[in-house]
């Protein structure tokens, strides 16, 4: 929160334009609001994308020890765009990239918990009923202000806009996190009923619906929401009715594989959506017999669709490890960048 519970000018050196910053928001995500294409990625603090100088003025910084700011940036007046309050009128200088520009407008609204189900043995899913509509892209993600946890927590939505594009409620998959702090508070102090701060949409891996191309997901643990999300977006829309989606989820464990069930109840299942596992850890475990894939999920989708993976749009969430090995897999099958598209989950 802000010390002075002002509304804040920011000037942006490079097209002279300005923008308010109320109370209790961040640099970032201001910019966002009024649609000018501030580059970002997590809005946590993770990946430095959001890097911008301050030429003029003062900020607050929120979280100092964001592992996307350096030592260097501090003495070069660098800070994170989300991370970042102005203490009054600022002056800053960033490059903007179209590709940013928010394709619906970031707003905040309150969250109600209306419902919580487990769907693994560590994720389970949170729906919220919102104040006021919030228009998403299947794929984008949201902020989560939670009681007594410091900064936000970032959740990537598994429902989509309903055909009028205005949903009332945000589903998250979420996984529990041993000694997360976020995750702690939605797991244990959460009951339905309580009400939150949620912000929203934000992320650049979303559906393209205008390209014609068939899909690949690849979820890895946590991942399973944005591309449950992307999966019914395509079930959904009719300009997409002769794309084939492919549904790679990756486990360590058998008992850790989800995601079926919610896409067999989708128009197309079988003869258009198709969904496989894999599990990284071959010693089964004592509740059910593995007969998917074993291995990675980046070698998995290498040996099942090989040299296919060129022509396809490719989409994967996950954490970063198994990003990494996802994005490495795929350029050296010179799949071109355009076709793939992700958000790291820090
Ligand atoms: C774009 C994106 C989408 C995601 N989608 C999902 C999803 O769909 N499902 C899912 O299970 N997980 C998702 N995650 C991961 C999720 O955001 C959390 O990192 C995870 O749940 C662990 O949170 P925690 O608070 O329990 O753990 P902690 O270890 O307590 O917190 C880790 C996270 O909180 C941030 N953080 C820590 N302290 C502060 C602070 N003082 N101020 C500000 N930020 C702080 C860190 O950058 C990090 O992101 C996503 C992450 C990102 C970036
Ligand atoms: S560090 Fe700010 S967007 Fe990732």
Redesign the pocket.
């Known amino acids: 929160m802000h010390s002075d519970g002002h509304v804040h000018r920011i000037t942006l050196v490079a097209s002279d334009q300005t923008v308010e910053c109320e109370a209790g928001d961040v640099m970032l995500r201001s910019a966002l609001r009024a649609g000018i294409a501030f580059p970002y990625?997590?809005?946590?603090?993770?990946?430095g994308n959001c890097k911008f100088e301050l030429v003029e003025g003062e900020v607050e910084v929120?979280?100092p020890?964001?592992?996307?700011w350096t030592a260097k940036d501090r003495e070069r007046r660098r800070y994170l765009g989300c991370?970042s309050a102005p203490r009054g009128d600022c002056t800053i200088k960033m490059r903007p990239a179209a590709h940013y520009a928010p394709k619906h407008t970031p707003r905040r609204v309150t969250g109600t918990l209306v419902a919580r189900r487990a769907i693994t043995h560590d994720?389970e899913e949170f729906r919220f009923e919102l104040s006021d509509d919030m228009p998403f892209e299947p794929g984008q993600?949201a902020l989560?202000t939670?009681p007594g946890?410091?900064?936000?927590?970032?959740?990537?939505?598994?429902n989509i806009a309903e055909r009028n594009g205005r949903p009332r409620e945000l589903h998250?998959?979420?996984?529990?996190?041993t000694?997360?702090?976020?995750?702690?508070?939605?797991f244990d102090v959460l009951e339905p009923g309580t009400r939150i701060g949620i912000d929203g949409p934000?992320?650049m891996?979303y559906l393209r619906r205008d390209v014609k191309r068939d899909i690949l997901c690849i979820a890895g643990?946590?991942?399973?929401?944005?591309m449950i999300s992307i999966a019914r977006g395509v079930a959904a829309e009719p300009a997409l009715g002769d794309v084939k989606l492919h549904f790679l989820y990756g486990g360590r464990t058998p008992r850790d594989v989800c995601g079926r069930d919610m896409l067999e109840v989708l128009p197309g299942w079988a003869e258009r959506l198709h969904f496989q596992a894999a599990v990284s850890d071959v010693t089964p475990d004592s509740e059910s017999v593995w007969d998917g894939h074993v291995g990675f999920v980046h070698t998995v989708a290498e040996t099942v669709f090989g040299e296919k993976l060129r022509d396809m749009e490719i989409y994967f969430?996950g954490p970063p490890a198994m990003g990494e090995s996802v994005q490495r897999a795929l350029i050296a099958l010179k799949v071109p960048f355009e076709q793939v598209h992700f958000?790291?989950?820090?």
């Open positions: 990625e997590c809005n946590v603090g993770a990946c929120l979280w020890e964001a592992p996307g991370q994720i993600y989560l939670l946890v410091a900064g936000q927590r970032a959740y990537s939505m598994s998250f998959q979420i996984r529990r996190v000694k997360g702090q976020g995750t702690g508070v939605l934000y992320g891996a643990g946590s991942g399973l929401a944005p969430a958000d790291q989950f820090y």
